[in-house]
């Protein structure tokens, strides 16, 4: 059984820093591309990063969507098989419940969410301006 666990959300003021990790079972995680998502109040699920996936190499790509470049880093650690977000100088628009996702097919696709095959039950982000 699959599961995505997500951590490391909260309340934080505009301008400051959270780490988000989610930790992954049930798969072989060097074969899987790892994503996040997020889905404010009202609005639908957009995209916020990914990254590849590395099995026998120490290298990955990173993909993140425009308004969070140069403030999020996406980055994996295979032996502890979790994905991590980074966020640093949040904005009160960041705010919004951050998903998980596992993406196992070969090829692009990685900022549609219909692409990824299991997702984790979200936690929240809330930035206070």
């Known amino acids: 059984q699959v599961q995505l666990v997500e951590r490391g959300g909260g309340l934080v003021q505009a301008g400051g820093s959270l780490r988000l990790s989610c930790a992954a079972s049930?798969?072989?995680?060097?074969?899987?591309?790892m994503g996040w998502f997020r889905q404010a109040p009202g609005k639908e699920r957009e995209f916020v990063a990914t990254v590849t996936r590395n099995a026998g190499t120490s290298y990955y790509t990173t993909y993140l969507t425009d308004p969070v470049k140069g403030r999020f880093t996406i980055s994996r650690d295979n032996a502890k098989n979790t994905v991590y977000l980074q966020m640093s100088r949040l904005k009160p628009e960041d705010t919004a419940v951050y998903y998980c996702a596992a993406k196992s097919s070969y090829g692009g696709g990685w900022s549609d969410g219909l692409q990824y095959d299991y997702w984790g039950q979200g936690t929240q982000v809330t930035v206070s301006s």
């Open positions: 049930g798969l072989t995680f060097t074969r899987i591309d």
